[in-house]
């Protein structure tokens, strides 16, 4: 075993983590599980979503057999709807493709829906014992640290050299206790800012940590400004406390998340409530706010008109469009900045 792995393991012997939820009653559905709620968040906030869907889900049919509302509103605030979505897009397909068994090889394992090659990776050494090397942002950061690698590690050259020296390092036995052991380290030493190096078992020959620039590494992406666009947010409410909500469509931002009607201009929603025969009794704009994307900022304007009675032309319910009652408790997932008016709705 090369020195690098022995020296993960033996530290990850004794200060790894071991008591995650789903380091227990280990099994393909639960690694896969974690694995994709995993991606892009921490595991802190991970550890009560993971409860509730094992909970609500038990096995991978419930999860396939479940509507998508359901599944969409217990993701709810998890962020990066996309992997919801595909969560239950791969569920139906190892349910239909694979008769119920997760399969045991990387090919069909990257054939699942928002399953990539580290992801597929972690789950076949995690949940499989097999050997695989992972390249989450925790280990690359370890390994540009380590190796020095400079340039922004999304460039394919810089990936490529990154998944051999991932490959070269891996033991050859142990492969889910190291796999475990590689995310560890980069999530609880060898952090984004202050890396805990005297703590490190690779301490010794980091060349980061010899040139006193673990800061630099990795290299960050050239920063392009945030695009800023501009929504308004129509809540139509009537005297009975009933709002209106529009479900998005499946692709995009908050795809098949529900919401209020949203106008890119002011000359948008003048032209919608136009064709409406509104019973408008009063309109309140509320303070805007801002919700950040990775690629843009989206500043919002919430604006209340409000009604005497529901029963609007056009605005009629239907799969996509519903009244929804804000005291009772909503069947379906919520965009964050949605849950966030209707909190201030209910206050
Ligand atoms: S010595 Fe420091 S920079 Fe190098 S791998 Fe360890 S924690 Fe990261």
Excluded at 23 to 48: A, F, N
Excluded at 317 to 346: C, M, R
Aim: glycine fraction near 6%.
């Amino acid at each position: 075993m090369s020195d690098f792995s022995l020296r993960i393991l033996n530290w990850y012997d004794q200060y790894g983590r071991k008591n995650l939820p789903w380091q227990h009653d280990i099994s393909p559905y639960r690694v896969w599980l974690s694995e994709v709620m995993l991606q892009q968040t921490q595991v802190k906030t991970v550890i009560p979503y993971f409860e509730a869907f094992t909970e609500q889900f038990p096995t991978l049919e419930a999860l396939a057999n479940a509507p998508e509302d359901e599944v969409l509103k217990l993701w709810s605030g998890l962020g990066y709807y996309a992997r919801a979505r595909n969560l239950h897009k791969a569920a139906k397909q190892v349910c239909d493709d694979f008769a119920g068994d997760f399969p045991d090889n990387r090919e069909a394992m990257e054939s699942l829906a928002g399953v990539g090659r580290s992801t597929a990776a972690a789950i076949l050494s995690l949940a499989f014992e097999q050997s695989h090397a992972i390249l989450d942002g925790n280990v690359k950061r370890v390994l540009t640290r380590f190796h020095a690698v400079e340039g922004w590690t999304g460039k394919a050259a810089i990936l490529k050299q990154l998944w051999g020296l991932a490959e070269q390092h891996l033991p050859e036995t142990r492969h889910r206790d190291y796999t475990q052991a590689m995310m560890d380290l980069g999530a609880t030493l060898c952090t984004r800012s202050k890396p805990r190096c005297n703590d490190c078992p690779l301490q010794a020959d980091c060349v980061a940590y010899a040139q006193g620039n673990m800061g630099d590494y990795p290299t960050p992406k050239k920063k392009k400004s945030l695009a800023e666009k501009h929504t308004i947010m129509l809540i139509l409410k009537t005297s009975k406390n009933e709002v209106f909500m529009q479900k998005r469509p499946p692709t995009g931002i908050w795809g098949g998340l529900w919401c209020f009607p949203q106008f890119d201009t002011q000359q948008d929603l003048d032209d919608y409530l136009q064709t409406q025969q509104l019973d408008t009794l009063a309109s309140q704009q509320l303070a805007p706010f801002t919700h950040v994307f990775s690629h843009f900022r989206l500043h919002i304007q919430p604006l209340i008109i409000a009604l005497e009675s529901p029963l609007i032309a056009g605005v009629m319910e239907d799969e996509h469009s519903l009244w929804y009652n804000i005291h009772a408790e909503f069947e379906g997932g919520l965009a964050t900045p949605v849950q966030k008016l209707l909190d201030a709705l209910t206050a």
